[in-house]
């Protein structure tokens, strides 16, 4: 199936840096969205995005819905190593309310 | 906040057995929740929509007599797995939809399918 492109595929930090992602579609989306997930977990929500330009911030999370409706990048500020874990994008069309998923983003945080 | 639960949250089966995984919706009622699967190491793949009360829409590709899907009631999806193979052995994640003034999914915490 579809999904979208999203870059780095993984990354080691030091703890306390900031961390950048960003995820690209081809196509425009309606509604951006972020989660991470644990091993063995489902993913869990963090920030969602529902106006092109719209920037949403979530405690050391900040994130943005490009103004082309074509992409999204999420950062997380200060990182620490409870911050481990995969990130996911999605975005969706309204009316259809199927997600389609980034390919993941693997952060490691050393301490 | 949005709750979603799974159970079971692993299964061991043997191979032919038929595996029922049930996906509840918490603190809110969900006319729409979905079907995933994951592989290790990679993204979440939708295998249906399952709709409350009419027939699941499954994405190409997957056999919907394989993967029965049935939603009941505004709170409850369940997904059967039919004689299950070890091919079929993978992490199945639901999710539900809120609706309101924003239209997001909640995830469930996974189930864990092992076929011996």
């Known amino acids: 199936g579809q999904q979208l492109n999203q870059s780095p595929q993984s990354m080691f930090i030091q703890e306390g840096e900031d961390v950048s992602m960003n995820c690209t579609s081809s196509?425009?989306?309606?509604?951006w969205l972020w989660y991470k997930q644990d091993p063995g977990e489902g993913p869990v929500l963090l920030i969602a995005?529902?106006?092109?330009?719209e920037l949403t911030s979530n405690g050391r999370l900040t994130a943005q819905f490009g103004i082309t409706r074509k992409d999204s990048f999420l950062n997380i500020s200060a990182s620490i190593p409870s911050d481990v874990g995969i990130y996911f994008c999605?975005?969706?069309?309204?009316?259809?309310?199927?997600?389609?998923f980034g390919t993941g983003t693997r952060l490691k945080v050393l301490a | 906040g949005a709750v979603v639960s799974q159970h079971p949250s692993w299964v061991i089966c043997k191979s032919g057995t038929s595996v029922k995984i049930e996906c509840r919706s918490l603190?809110?009622?969900?006319?729409?929740m979905f079907w995933y699967r994951q592989f290790p190491k990679q993204s979440l793949m939708l295998m249906a929509t399952?709709?409350?009360?009419?027939?699941?829409?499954?994405e190409q590709g997957v056999e919907k007599d394989k993967f029965l899907i049935n939603h009941a009631s505004l709170t409850l999806s369940t997904l059967t797995v039919t004689s299950a193979h070890p091919e079929d052995s993978s992490f199945y994640i639901c999710?539900?939809?809120?609706?309101?003034?924003?239209?997001?999914?909640?995830f469930g915490p996974g189930t864990r399918l092992t076929v011996l």
């Open positions: 995005l529902y106006k092109a330009g």
């Open positions: 999605a975005g969706f069309t309204s009316g259809t309310y199927k997600y389609i």
């Open positions: 603190d809110f009622q969900a006319t729409t």
């Open positions: 196509s425009i989306f309606n509604t």
């Open positions: 999710s539900a939809l809120r609706t309101g003034s924003t239209d997001t999914q909640y």
């Open positions: 399952s709709n409350e009360g009419s027939k699941a829409t499954y």
